[in-house]
Each structure stands twice: as C-alpha cells, then as structure tokens.
C-alpha cells in the first residue's frame, strides 16, 4: 500500500508547460547586479522541506557568463532572500544553454510567494527557473532555515579564485572563503567552477578546512570538480559538518592542468543551519 | 581530520578511492561489450560508519556511455549496492556524475566498483566514493539502490518518446512492471537523444493507462546535438513506492517527437 503519511508530495513551481521551460528572468542590464526579483508561484500548496532548482540559461547564445542566483520568499516588494548567491555559470564556448540542478535542504511553508533574481558577469545572459519543491526533502537530511554564502563575490559574480599552482596534483595553499563564519554551520555545500572551459579534460579535487591560517584542519578531503562546459555547480550535495559560528573556513584544491589560466576554480559555500 | 563535536557526534567525511597522482579516483575497467568488468576496490576497510555516500563518477574524453555499480564485501564476494548509475558520456567531453545515496554502509567494510560500457573492454572510468558520517540518515537506514528501467544488454536507459505535439506530454513508457522491494524514494536519470530539445519527464505509478504523477517535470535540455548535456547530480526525491508498484515515464519535448533516455533508481 502507499504510505500517504509520509508526504512524499512533489509541487512543481516556474514550470511553463506550454513552452517546456522554466519561468524567464532577464538580467539587470547592468552587469554584476542583481536583477528584479520575478515570482515563480504566488502561494505554494503545501510545507516543503526541500528545493530542487532546475536553473537553465536563456535560449541566446551570450558570452560566458559568472552567474550568482537568489531564490526568495514573501510579497512582492518585500522578497527575504531564502538562498543567498548560488554558484551558477554560462559557457558560450560550446554554444547552446544547459540546466544545472541545485538541492537546497531548506523550508518553505505552505502559502509563500517564491521569487527568483540573479546577476551576471555580462549582461546577455538570461536565466530559468523551474522549481520542484519537496515535502519531504531529502532523504534522510533534516531541513534547516537559514542559509548563508560564504566566499561569494558579487562585484565580479564569481566565487572567490583558487589557484591550484604550478605543480600537478599537488594541493595548493589554502584561500580563505570567511575570516568567521557569521553563524553555526550544520550542513555545508561547495559550490566551484573551473574558469576556463579551453580544458574539458582536466580533473580538479578540493578540500575544505577549518581554522586560523597555516593551521587549516581537513573537514571535507577530496572533493572532485568536474570539469564542464556550461553551467556548472560541481556538488550541491550538502555535507553534513558541525562548525560554530566565528570560525575561518578555507579551500585548496590540486588540478592535473598546471596551465595558467586555466587551471583555476572559483567556489563559495553555503553554509545551512 | 578535525572532529567537532559541539553538538551532536561528530560527522566526518571520508574519500574512499583517493584522487592520488592524477586528481582523477581509482580507475575502473569495463569488460566485453555491455559486460560488467571486474571488481576494483577503492578502499579496503573504511575508516568510519557512513550515513550517506556521494558517489562520483568521471568519464574520459572517448564518447561512451557506462553503467556503474558500487559494492561492499571482501574480494570475489562483492554484493552491489548501488546498482547501474548511468555516466553517460556521448558528448566525448570528460562527463561527471555525482550521485548521492542515503544509505548506511558499516565501518570497516571494503568497497569496491564495477562498471560496463558500449565501448567493450578497457574502456575506463575513474571513481571516488566520499563516505559521510552516520549523523547524516537520521530516519530509518537505507542500504541498498535499485536500478529501474536501466537497459543493461545495450548500457542505456528506457527510450521515452514526446508527443508529436510541442510541448505536450506523450504516452507513458513503462520503466519496469512491479518493483520487487518498498522503496522510501526515486531519483531520476536521463540520457538526452540526438535532437536539440527542451524536456519536461514526469514519473508515475500505476496500471497501464490509469497512471498517476509522482514526479512532475523534470527538466532536462540538449541544446546542442552533438553535445549532450544529462542531469549529473540526481538527487533521491522522497516517496513511499510499494513493492509490487508499476513505474512509468512520460515527457514533453519543445520539439515534439523527440526522444530521451530514462531510468529511475530506488533506494530501500
């Protein structure tokens, strides 16, 4: 039998079927600011514990694009932001628009007007939102109430840049994403993008750490980033981690590319509590 | 590794299958054509009880699609857990996947991968498997993965067509008949055709022509022909399935007509 109590209910919010697509936000027109905020859905039909955004850019074939996206709720006017600067990218080098998918383990009651805006690096890319809002969440993860970014760069709409150095498949110096985190972290997600699509083929690996600098202690070893063409959040799968509010987070990664240029990542976090 | 125990126990997060000297997981070799290869361990008795793994997969530049299983248990007595991932590649770009799992997997057991490809033997992919702490699964533990509606004689998925009709939602194809075991939640996995298109895929359960939405709209886009661009971090989406359900798949296209890959995985 199914078990109805278990409310495993999926809404499905920003999608226009009569397009197959998501619901269009256009940028600001200027680049690296933030867009107008545009609804998705007036009022959600029931609690959620849990976003899977489906971001895709625009139909155009732009420039490449950094991209830093907020998913929002309340009344028009009046938005709080609910995910603060996702990670997102744009690469026009091999053409054509793609969709990343993005978890988010956070609450959204029943009855929110949910919005979405986003800047970029340029200003002749448009993104899409579809939305799934999950009752249940994730498996297994409890949902949170507050997310923070970490290492976002929003004058440039990028994460902030790690070099994994001259030497291949050597971890670099560690970069610092918080001096003190501004509040506890119970689960985190590093969102990272190589910079350069010109090297499909290179594999980069990350990790995170705590603590003061030259005394980084390994939280997350060895994440691996892959390398991709269009918009690319490497892992939105959110870790779970205890880490108290004030804390330093940093990131060092190694690459098997060592070529200038193209060797670097940009990355922020967020931090769920 | 900093264990901080501040609230709670600690949750730790362990690479089994270590990036080593090419920043790339241990390799796995496939067999014959839409054969499973070898065993290859990626860690010989893990370092802690995980409540979750993240499973990720990587593809070398050759344009070929693998299905990959993740395993536990000592050498020649490996058991899948996680049964035919899709790493599709056919875009011949180096593709990923991320594939998280919420399931336990106890300390000190050897894990180990498998994989088989359209492109016969020695056709390799590099893996890494991160185990995250047990804090993770805080309801009832899951341990195993199923794959639904895999094709394993061709390395593919259920070939779901969209109606002719723009943007509108075609017939269901069946993924598999009956489930053999309850599942607690499905994640979907797609493999774009040939044709540049926008996808909107709704999984159901159900009898034949009496099917119900369980998963609406997913989106999946293939915008270039050439270069195929599938979902690469599935993520489980809550929803009790009875064993003995009937599981199905339907889209639209933007182009009507068009053609996409399917399968859902199930975790019990």
Known sequence: ?273 | MADWTVAGEPCRVQAAGSPGTTSGGTTVTSAALNTKGSWAQLVAASGQEAGGVLVVARSTLNAIDFLLDIGVGAAAAEQAIIKDLFVGNASGFRHSLLFFAPINIPNGSRISARCQSVGGATQVIGVTVHLLGSRFNQGKPLSLVDALGTVPASTSLSVVTANAVASTKGTYTQLIASTTREYRGLAVTTNVGSAAARFGVDIAVGAAAAEQVIIPDFHVINSVGSARQNPTQPVFIPCRIPAGTRLSARCASSTGAATIGVAVHGVC
Not at chain 1, 4 to 12: I, M, T, W, Y
Not at chain 1, 50 to 68: C, K, M, R, S, Y
Not at chain 1, 210 to 235: C, F
């Open chain 1, 1 to 273: 039998m199914f078990n109805f109590q278990d409310g495993g209910a999926v809404e499905s919010i920003g999608w226009d079927a009569a397009n197959t697509r998501g619901t269009a936000v256009a940028n600001s027109g200027v680049a690296n600011t933030k867009s107008g905020w545009v609804q998705l859905v007036a009022a959600t039909a029931r609690d959620a514990r849990g976003i899977l955004a489906q971001v895709h850019a625009n139909d155009t074939v732009g420039a490449a694009a950094a991209l830093l996206f907020d998913l929002g709720i309340g009344g028009a006017g009046a938005e709080q932001v609910l995910v603060p600067n996702a990670l997102d990218y744009f690469c026009s080098a091999a053409g054509g628009d793609g969709t990343a998918d993005f978890f988010f383990p956070i609450s959204v009651p029943a009855g929110s007007r949910v919005s979405a805006r986003f800047q970029g690096s340029n200003t002749t890319v448009n993104l899409r939102f579809a939305l799934k809002l999950l009752q249940q969440g994730l498996i297994g993860m409890p949902s949170y109430g507050r997310l923070k970014d970490y290492g976002s760069v929003t004058g440039t709409s990028s994460g902030s840049v790690v070099d994994p150095g001259g030497v291949a498949n050597t971890k670099s110096a560690w970069v610092q994403l918080s001096a003190a985190t501004g509040s506890p972290i119970e689960a985190l997600a590093l969102n990272a993008r190589v910079r350069n699509s010109a090297s499909p083929g290179a594999q980069w690996v990350a990790d995170i750490g705590v603590g003061g600098a030259g005394a980084e202690q390994i939280i997350v070893p060895d994440l691996y980033i892959p390398s991709r063409v269009r918009n690319s959040p490497a892992l939105p799968c959110f870790i779970p981690v205890t880490i108290p509010a004030g804390t330093r987070l940093s990131v060092r990664a190694q690459s098997d590319n060592i070529t200038a240029g193209q060797r670097e990542m940009d990355c922020n976090i967020l931090g769920a509590d």
